[in-house]
């Protein structure tokens, strides 16, 4: 079991560094070293591996990861997406069940009651397959709000509705199923809110009042995350995933202070969950399970696809303010996941028992769906979403905050290069200047939760934290790494002595921007003495090496655009330069002059 449960994590994470290096679908990955490392080599076989604790695994990973979606579900995006949403997560609910049971009756052949289970199963379109998706799309953040909020609210609710139906099925007989429903549904809503929004609002109590420590904070969580769901379990069967996920969206949304580091803690979490369960999802199946399938069920499947989503999502958004692309995309994209798979493999055996012969393909039918959706959504997301034009305007921003006139200076210079530039500070006035110069400004504190509503901030790849105050740049830096990496947020040197006390520590800042130890101060006294900052282009006779020799002393090379390519801020270890590279560099008055070279130009006229 050792061997297969390190084989399993490894291969997940490194399915997942796949994905990131070479820019696929990571869910498509998983799958495939799945089914390497099940059905074909037979190398690992869940079921005989981890033995019935497997179920219970499944069901509390899910249950984590669940948390992990509503913690990420933040109230000022549903005020964007809100009348949609509530659409997919009602009215979208109820067609794609009726939809959904009639095509596997009519297409695929199964009896009511099965083809009621089965469509009811197929409501979910979980967090476990739509984040990596949105991750690798790009999508832009209304189009995908609509697809997180339906995935991780239709997750718990699909699991509750195919619990009801499954329900009626076993009490059918006796005469009372409706009651047993009825009583079903309302334990699970009553506690779902009870104990997880009771625990929730709990534990930011807690957190608030420092009752807690930091360190304890994280595992805090996850222990009560897990005993939410078993607790509201045992009162009412599968309603613990509502539960956890009520859970998340109380927590994510009472603005607790040590929130962001806790959100993070579980991201990392989840990914290790996704990629482990995603793997043993498609290593459980085996040889007989492929053997049922037959050619109604591929039909079906189809029609799931091309009929019953698209039609749920048009009729469920008539008359709102969705926009036809928007509701192309969703119509288009519901990829299944974990919770289906376990939902069948739970309900399966028990209604076979119960006489239900179609229950068999149950498990074959669900696999086949999630291979289909997984792959072909996972392949066709990104091409549709830069079809349909639903991705940020632009390759992406760079944002400087601060708007001295240096920060300006510079704005204006990336912008003559056909770079997006968007110049961000809380002084309205210091503004000015860029935004006459044609330059986008956001007018407003970067670090506020208004920062991470304005959708003027999207699609920001670089960051450069350009203002007089040292500890403010390096907060911001601190606030933008974890989002665009390490490697992407700069600010200037800092001058002083690091081992100063008074100085930022290394690995609590940005990294140092610019080719010269230079601090912010001084690059604004050199603009006032009449510094400017001028662009060198490379190529085969004005190379690397002419550049440099003609670079005048003291000039202090910025950044460099590589052709047809983002811009990348410089830094002390430097880089080669190669043909086409547009070197930004801010040089002393003196050189002006000479930048009449036809391969050296100046990119912003120096401030009067």
Not at 31 to 53: H, K, R
Not at 207 to 213: D, K, Q, T, V
Not at 356 to 368: C, G, K, S, T
Not at 553 to 563: Q, Y
Request: charged share 15%; net charge neutral.
């Amino acid at each position: 079991m050792t061997i297969s449960l390190v084989g399993i994590l490894v291969s997940g994470i490194f399915c997942q560094w796949l994905a990131w290096r070479f820019r696929l679908p990571a869910i498509v990955l998983l799958a495939a070293a799945g089914l390497i490392l099940g059905p074909v080599s037979g190398w690992i076989q869940p079921a005989q591996d981890f033995g019935e604790g497997l179920s219970a695994v499944t069901s509390l990973f899910v249950a984590i990861i669940l948390f992990e979606g509503g913690l990420n579900l933040q109230f000022h995006e549903l005020r964007e997406t809100a009348q949609v949403t509530r659409r997919l997560t009602s009215i979208g609910v109820i067609l794609a069940w009726g939809i959904g049971s009639v095509a596997a009756h009519y297409v695929g052949g199964l009896e009511w009651g099965i083809a009621a289970l089965l469509g009811a199963i197929l409501v979910v379109t979980g967090p476990t397959v739509i984040m990596p998706l949105l991750k690798h799309a790009k999508l832009n953040r209304r189009t995908a709000s609509y697809l997180k909020w339906e995935g991780i609210i239709n997750d718990p609710l699909g699991v509750l509705l195919a619990v009801l139906v499954y329900q009626y099925l076993l009490y059918s007989g006796e005469g009372t199923a409706v009651g047993h429903i009825l009583i079903s549904l309302g334990l699970a809503f009553g506690v779902s809110l009870a104990l997880g929004g009771g625990i929730a609002w709990t534990l930011g109590i807690l957190f608030r009042r420092g009752w807690i420590p930091e360190y304890l904070k994280a595992p805090s969580i996850i222990a009560s995350v897990l005993a939410v769901y078993a607790l509201s379990d045992m009162v009412q069967h599968e309603s613990g995933l509502l539960a956890t996920t009520l859970m998340g969206i109380v927590m994510g949304n009472m603005r607790l202070r040590s929130l962001d580091e806790m959100r993070r803690f579980k991201e990392y979490i989840t990914l290790i969950l996704v990629s482990f369960l995603f793997v043993v999802l498609t290593a459980s199946l085996t040889i007989e399970d492929l053997r049922t399938i037959h050619m109604p069920l591929v039909f079906m499947v189809l029609v799931f696809l091309f009929v019953v989503r698209p039609l749920a999502v048009f009729l469920s958004t008539i008359a709102t303010d969705c926009d036809w692309r928007d509701r192309l995309l969703i119509s288009w994209i519901a990829p299944r996941g974990i919770v289906a798979a376990a939902s069948a493999g739970a309900f399966a055996p028990a209604l076979i028992e119960a006489g239900f012969e179609d229950a068999r393909y149950l498990v074959p039918a669900i696999f086949m769906i999630i291979f289909t959706t997984v792959i072909a959504h996972g392949f066709s997301l990104g091409p549709l979403t830069k079809l349909l034009k639903l991705r940020p305007p632009g390759k992406g921003r760079v944002l400087i905050v601060g708007a001295s006139p240096w920060s300006v200076e510079l704005a204006i210079a990336l912008k003559k290069v056909n770079q997006e530039v968007v110049i961000a500070d809380s002084e309205w006035g210091r503004l000015q200047n860029a935004r006459q110069q044609g330059v986008e400004t956001w007018f407003g504190e970067v670090l506020s939760d208004m920062a991470d509503e304005a959708m003027a901030l999207d699609s920001v790849y670089t960051v450069l934290a350009a203002t007089g105050n040292n500890h403010y740049n390096s907060m911001v830096c601190n606030h933008y790494a974890p989002h665009l990496g390490r490697h992407r947020v700069f600010q200037p040197y800092d001058s002083g002595d690091e081992r100063n006390s008074r100085v930022v520590s290394e690995t609590r800042r940005g990294i140092t921007a610019f080719s010269e130890k230079i601090a912010f101060a001084e690059l604004w006294t050199r603009l006032i003495r009449g510094w400017h900052i001028r662009k060198t282009t490379i190529t085969d006779t004005y190379t690397e090496k002419t550049f440099l020799e003609n670079l005048p002393e003291g000039a202090v090379r910025l950044a460099v655009i590589p052709e047809g390519n983002k811009l990348q801020w410089l830094s002390q270890t430097g880089r080669k330069y190669q043909e086409g590279d547009v070197v930004i560099s801010f040089v002393p008055p003196e050189e002006k002059s000479k930048a009449a070279d036809a391969k050296i130009e100046d990119a912003a006229e120096p401030t009067k």
